[in-house]
């Protein structure tokens, strides 16, 4: 990212009555992404979107990579819940990771974007401060914090991206007809463990899960990582 487009992200003009700004460029993209995926977004298709020539772009954003840039600090404003008070850093992060799963879920084309770098943007960058500070008083350095907060944000990135290419597949549907191919396939004789996992309904969704939060969760894996966490800070 070039000086020049993080002073106008950070630090952006009032938008115009008429005509184009990065704000209504960033919000025609997204709706670009949000409705066709990311490989639906060019400066072509943006541009015929806000109904202007793709040449008018250009004098704003250089590239189609600012353009992504533009795009990701857009929808990645940090809530206001973020910076309200919390009952100890393990609550703290889950807050953190909660609404960092709500925009993946959002936007699933975020987990699409080529990784160039670290978080660079102005968003990206207070997103990231959030994170540390609910580290603060934890006896942990700068180092070990910044390391938990690549981590947590790893693990997010990672399941989103999963449940985003398993799409309809994680319906409960399609788990109940997995769950019926393994129940045939799988011999206790030759894969044991397999089959007791099975039988104990292991892969399944709990029976209490509405239908449209069938999907896969990462409370579980979080929570085993903030387990880990804790071990850190007591040994700090």
Not at 19 to 26: D, Q, V
């Amino acid at each position: 990212m070039n000086d020049d487009l993080w002073e106008r992200l950070a630090k952006p003009a009032p938008e115009p009555r008429t005509g184009l700004s990065l704000g209504r460029i960033a919000r025609g993209a997204v709706e670009v992404a949000d409705e066709g995926g990311l490989d639906a977004v060019s400066m072509a298709r943006v541009a015929e979107r806000l109904g202007f020539t793709t040449m008018s772009l250009y004098r704003h954003v250089k590239s189609k990579n600012e353009l992504l840039l533009l795009m990701l600090d857009s929808v990645a404003a940090v809530p206001a819940e973020l910076d309200e008070p919390c009952a100890g850093w393990r609550d703290g992060l889950r807050r953190w990771c909660r609404a960092q799963w709500e925009m993946l879920r959002a936007h699933t084309w975020i987990v699409r974007l080529p990784v160039t770098g670290p978080p660079v943007t102005p968003n990206q960058l207070a997103w990231t401060d959030r994170a540390l500070a609910t580290l603060a008083g934890t006896g942990l350095g700068e180092r070990d914090k910044a390391g938990v907060v690549l981590l947590v944000a790893t693990y997010m990135h990672a399941t989103a991206r999963l449940n985003a290419d398993l799409g309809t597949a994680a319906s409960g549907t399609s788990i109940a007809a997995h769950n019926a191919l393994l129940g045939s396939l799988v011999d206790a004789r030759h894969l044991p463990a397999l089959r007791r996992a099975v039988d104990a309904g292991a892969f399944d969704y709990p029976p209490d899960t509405p239908e449209d939060e069938r999907r896969l969760d990462y409370e579980f894996g979080l929570a085993r990582i903030l387990d880990g966490v804790e071990a850190l800070i007591r040994a700090a």
